[in-house]
Every structure is written in structure tokens, then in C-alpha cells.
T-cell receptor, first 110, second 115 residues
């Protein structure tokens, strides 16, 4: 899988939107972009994934750049429960493993 | 609740010993993945089984082995344990054998402490 780069940490205020960036300049045309998060003392949790078009679900939105070299996970209204480590992962066809980097630690302030 | 169950929740053992960690996937999921999370290495993929067959191998030590049974539950066996094996071990499951286009569902983990 191609490499991703994320900021080590970010802070947000409660009830404000949060934009978590991810750079993946070596992404190939068939790589899917996945986001997972890990809340304290829990297993990772799927958030969202996409290939080319922007995606929305009940948890978040995923905005994918036109050249696909970067993406942004958007939490529309951060809550204290959203404090977690967020991982951006590229998944290539035929690669069954999932490679987690260091992720971005999101702190949400009340 | 992801629907993936892992037992035991905590395990404390001594160096040189052998332990077995158990995972039951979500109903209907045929793929099971094992991951290790330690403070210095982060989350690392160990091995995947799909419908009883080994499908992919990651950074799994030779002292570690896994299997998936006909009822689709999986066990991870860790032997000749060393202090450095202390970590959180997560199991995940997914519907398909090649999950690059869909999600994995993770269990709550087993915390292994080797003394």
C-alpha cells in the first residue's frame, strides 16, 4: 500500500467542524482511501472510505482531491466522544492487510 | 458494539509460556484478521484467514500461529512468550476475502502482559 502522511495531533472545540488532512501523493488509480479511528481503550472503528468521489455517511464526510493525492476527513460537529486517533489508510486490490501509520490524535475541548 | 467478540479480555502470564487468544467474527463474516498493537510498533497486521484458509500473512513471528475453525471462530496461539510480546491483540472480521473495498470490524482486544 502507498504511504500516507497525517499531522501527529490536532485540536478542536466541541460542536465545531473538524477537518483532518491526509496526504497520499503516491496513490495509485485503484487504491481505496479508508479512515478508521481508535477511541481510548477500544479497538479501531471504521469511519468511511472512498475511491474518487466525495462520500458522506452518518459519521463523517470524506473529501477527495481531484488528483487524489490528498483527502480530508470532515467531522461536521465534533463531540467529546470524537476524541480519538484517526488513521488514513490506502487499500490496494489484492492487498488483504491494512497498514496503520501513527495517525492523528484529535483532542476535542469542551 | 462491532459484533466481534474476543476472549479473554486480559491475560497475564510468564515468559516462556504459551497462550491462546480467541475471536468470534460478526455473524456472516468469513474473513478474520489478527493485529498486534504495542506502544513502540503501533498497530501491525499479523495474519488473515478466510473461510478456514490462510489468506495473507504480515509481520507474524514463527512463535505465533493461528487457525480458523469450521464455525469460523479463530484462535491465535502465542508460544515461548517474551517480555516484548506484551501488547494488545485485536481481531477483526469482514465479509469478503479481499477487504480493500469494504470495512473491517474490530473486536475489543485482548491485553496480554508477559512478566
Amino acid at each position: 500500500d502507498a504511504k500516507t502522511t497525517q499531522p501527529n495531533s490536532m485540536e478542536s472545540n466541541e460542536e465545531e467542524p473538524v477537518h483532518l488532512p491526509c496526504n497520499h501523493s503516491t496513490i495509485s488509480g485503484t487504491d481505496y482511501i479508508h479512515w478508521y479511528r481508535q477511541l481510548p481503550s477500544q479497538g479501531p472503528e471504521y469511519v468511511i472510505h472512498g475511491l474518487t468521489s466525495n462520500v458522506n455517511n452518518r459519521m463523517a464526510s470524506l473529501a477527495i482531491a481531484e488528483d487524489r493525492k490528498s483527502s480530508t476527513l470532515i467531522l461536521h460537529r465534533a463531540t467529546l466522544r470524537d476524541a480519538a486517533v484517526y488513521y488514513c489508510i490506502l487499500r490496494a486490490p489484492g492487498n488483504n492487510d491494512m497498514r496503520f501509520g501513527a495517525g492523528t490524535r484529535l483532542t476535542v475541548k469542551p | 458494539d462491532s459484533g466481534v467478540t474476543q476472549t479473554p479480555k486480559h491475560l497475564i502470564t510468564a515468559t516462556g509460556q504459551r497462550v491462546t487468544l480467541r475471536c468470534s467474527p460478526r455473524s456472516g463474516d468469513l474473513s478474520v484478521y489478527w493485529y498486534q498493537q504495542s506502544l513502540d510498533q503501533g498497530l501491525q497486521f499479523l495474519i488473515q484467514y478466510y473461510n478456514g484458509e490462510e489468506r495473507a500473512k504480515g509481520n507474524i513471528l514463527e512463535r505465533f500461529s493461528a487457525q480458523q475453525f469450521p464455525d469460523l471462530h479463530s484462535e491465535l496461539n502465542l508460544s515461548s512468550l517474551e517480555l516484548g510480546d506484551s501488547a494488545l491483540y485485536f481481531c477483526a472480521s469482514s465479509v469478503s476475502p479481499s477487504g480493500y473495498y469494504n470495512e473491517q470490524f474490530f473486536g475489543p482486544g485482548t491485553r496480554l502482559t508477559v512478566l
